[in-house]
């Protein structure tokens, strides 16, 4: 920004979304254009309410950390007032913040409004980014599409970093392409009345506006949209009409492209802005490369941290796989013994006799399971830290070249690529280095040596076939990241946390779940033999 304005960034976590709602966490950095100034602050509000357990899962506070870590809000709020003083204050979601929680929380305490509303960082973002190449522009989900630093999410001083570096790294050079360099512009853009290029809703839900230039049923679609009685819904079909009158259209985008660049056998990852002066298909390409790099770079996350995550479930199940088999034997035991009770009071003894074949199968079933899981764990290794760097190389490599997902509309190649990809993601769970290495260096010879139908390696795309593409890439990516979210607030991945700090750790963990799992054992087996003697006494005996 040429004028280089101070301004207050703020983050507030909250009791939840129900009236009154109280903020029990602040944070702010004040900003001199683009750039930090000083340190940030933060303020714990201790206002004595509960906190229902599903916003404390979310960011951790408590009625009981507030009382012994919070201060009194107008203790937090006189200082952060000498912090910020008369500056302008932009958040990430500035109506929420702003409008629903400080401002009525000040207006609850009788306390002065401290600074002015300045923009929304979201609704920056959302045009800057338009159209959104990581699906939405949650966050936490931007963070993690641009690789961003991890600060602590939902943690308002976390929050606030976090927007920090979005701001710096990937809002700047596409406000700066677009001549935003004054803090008055940069509140007009984000203020601005504004609808995404890409339609939420209706017929053409997923399609872009700019395609009604060549598609004439989509622009009477808008022009219908336009004579809606909905003010909303009209107001977006005049802006969409108004937008392709004034011929803004895609060769105007800019996207921030983090690309994958591989340069004398090592990987790394540059950003770079690319502006689309070429029709559609040039844009459509360029995200669909910059989507494969990202789903192949989350995959990998995602196989990385569920190896950690099995070497520890590879250990627990080695010392307790017997104590949960017998768990299981009597789980089973006690079920079908029920069954057949049930089965002999309504159809008859020999219809109850059936319940005995039932039982070995299942039986052996869960026996089998057991195998193939003690199977699937012994076959995984520990990589020290040079070929963990080299299988990661090769997997990107490969994932990229290979992903099914390029072949969604040939079902033959399709197959032939899901069977590679399975190989390559089963060797990389393996730490199998040896394999990646045969696949990469001639990946056509390893797919006929598999007897499996051979494919062309470079593949033509029409514009609606790099739409779809993109879109699939996309959905797929959110997925991932969803993924990878739940296996990192997983149980699992907390004990192997624990494990990776203390190994003696997972001996606490085993002798602790066995210990459970004897006393259910003991349970069960009071309940098998209740239930036996039952049996023996309506029959005389019971099968099994």
């Not at 029990?24 to 254009?33: E, S």
């Not at 609808?195 to 209706?202: A, D, E, N, T």
Request: aromatic content about 8%.
């Amino acid at each position: 920004m040429n004028n280089r304005p101070f301004w207050t960034l703020i983050d507030t976590e909250t009791t939840g979304f129900a009236k009154p709602i109280f903020a029990v966490d602040l944070a702010a950095q004040k900003m001199r254009g683009w750039e930090k100034v000083g340190e940030p602050f933060r303020g714990m509000l201790n206002h004595g309410c509960e906190i229902l357990p599903e916003v404390s899962r979310v960011h951790g506070y408590t009625r009981e950390i507030l009382e012994r870590d919070g201060s009194p809000p107008a203790e937090v709020y006189d200082a952060f007032a000498a912090y910020a003083g008369s500056l302008s204050v932009v958040a990430y979601n500035l109506d929420y913040d702003w409008n629903k929680v400080l401002l009525p929380e000040w207006k609850r305490l009788g306390i002065p409004q401290i600074g002015l509303p300045g923009f929304c960082a979201l609704k920056l973002a959302q045009r800057l980014l338009d159209p959104v190449p990581a699906g939405n522009c949650k966050l936490q989900t931007l963070r993690q599409y641009y690789r961003l630093p991890e600060n602590g999410a939902h943690t308002a001083l976390g929050d606030v970093l976090t927007v920090i570096d979005l701001m710096q790294q990937v809002l700047r050079p596409l406000a700066e392409k677009r001549g935003l360099d004054t803090w008055q512009k940069i509140v007009a853009f984000a203020g601005d009345e504004w609808f995404p290029s890409r339609l939420s809703f209706g017929k053409f839900k997923g399609r872009l506006y700019q395609e009604a230039r060549e598609d004439a049923e989509l622009r009477a679609w808008l022009e219908w949209l336009a004579e809606s009685t909905n003010e909303r819904s009209s107001a977006m079909g005049r802006w969409y009409l108004g937008q392709l009158e004034d011929g803004c259209g895609l060769e105007d985008a800019a996207f921030l492209d983090l690309q994958i660049q591989e340069d004398a056998g090592e990987t790394s990852t540059v950003a770079g802005l690319v502006v689309f002066q070429q029709p559609e298909m040039e844009l459509y390409q360029r995200l669909v490369e910059a989507s494969r790099n990202r789903l192949a770079e989350l995959e990998l996350e995602y196989g990385i941290e569920k190896s950690k995550v099995d070497s520890v479930r590879s250990k627990l199940f080695g010392a307790l796989r017997a104590t949960y088999q017998e768990r299981d034997r009597l789980r089973l035991l006690v079920q079908f013994r029920k069954a057949f009770i049930e089965r002999l009071l309504a159809e008859g003894e020999e219809s109850a006799g059936a319940t005995a074949g039932d039982y070995q199968r299942e039986s052996a079933e869960k026996n089998r399971e057991y195998d193939s899981t003690a199977s699937a764990l012994e076959g995984k290794r520990e990589l020290n830290e040079d070929e963990t760097a080299r299988l990661k190389q090769l997997w990107k490599k490969l994932v990229r070249m290979f992903h099914p997902d390029l072949h969604e509309q040939d079902p033959e190649n399709r197959k032939t690529y899901e069977m590679l990809t399975q190989a390559i993601n089963e060797a990389r769970d393996r730490g199998d280095i040896e394999l990646l290495e045969l696949i990469a260096k001639d990946p056509q010879a390893f797919i006929l040596k598999q007897g499996w139908a051979s494919v062309s390696l470079d593949v033509e795309r029409g514009l609606v076939e790099l739409r779809s593409l993109y879109e699939h890439l996309q959905a797929r990516i959110l997925e991932m990241i969803e993924t990878l979210d739940e296996l990192r607030a997983s149980t699992e991945m907390e004990i192997f946390r624990e494990v990776d700090e203390d190994e003696e750790v997972i001996d606490r963990i085993v002798s602790v779940q066995r210990e459970e799992l004897e006393r259910e054992i003991g349970e069960l087996q009071e309940e098998a033999e209740r239930v036996a003697a039952e049996a023996r006494e309506l029959a005389g005996d019971v099968p099994f």
